[in-house]
């Protein structure tokens, strides 16, 4: 069982940043991968970006390779992702998710997720 938090959504205007957090808690029992989804009004949940079980390896749908940064503290089960140059078409809810025992080929499906979080709130607007 895995609970997961995320945090750090916000306003922004266009050209700025927001950092999101998500914190995962709980007993897991193997590998996992932790990816980042949004989902904007009257559209399903797109992939954004993917970091394997150990940090070695990040994956990003093309809209926002380039800006965005995902990374992982291993210790401290954490995963962020930081978004650079945002564009009100990066408006959404961003949902933190994890994938147990996941691999290259169940990064980009949200329905290989096992656990997913509240999701937290990204507008960019002026």
């Known amino acids: 069982q895995v609970q997961l938090v995320e945090s750090g959504g916000g306003l922004v205007q266009p050209g700025g940043s927001l950092r999101l957090s998500c914190a995962a808690s709980g007993r897991t029992a193997g590998s996992y991968a932790m990816g980042w989804f949004h989902q904007a009004p009257g559209k399903e949940r797109e992939f954004v970006a993917a970091v394997s079980w150990n940090g070695g390896s990040t994956y990003y749908a093309d809209s926002v390779k380039g800006r965005f940064t995902i990374s992982r503290d291993v210790a401290k089960k954490t995963v962020y992702l930081q978004m650079n140059s945002l564009k009100p078409e990066d408006t959404a809810v961003y949902y933190c998710?994890?994938?147990?025992?996941?691999?290259?080929?169940?990064?980009?499906?949200?329905?290989?997720?096992?656990?997913w979080g509240q999701g937290t709130q990204v507008t960019v607007s002026s």
């Open positions: 998710g994890a994938v147990l025992r996941g691999y290259s080929g169940t990064y980009y499906y949200s329905d290989k997720y096992d656990y």
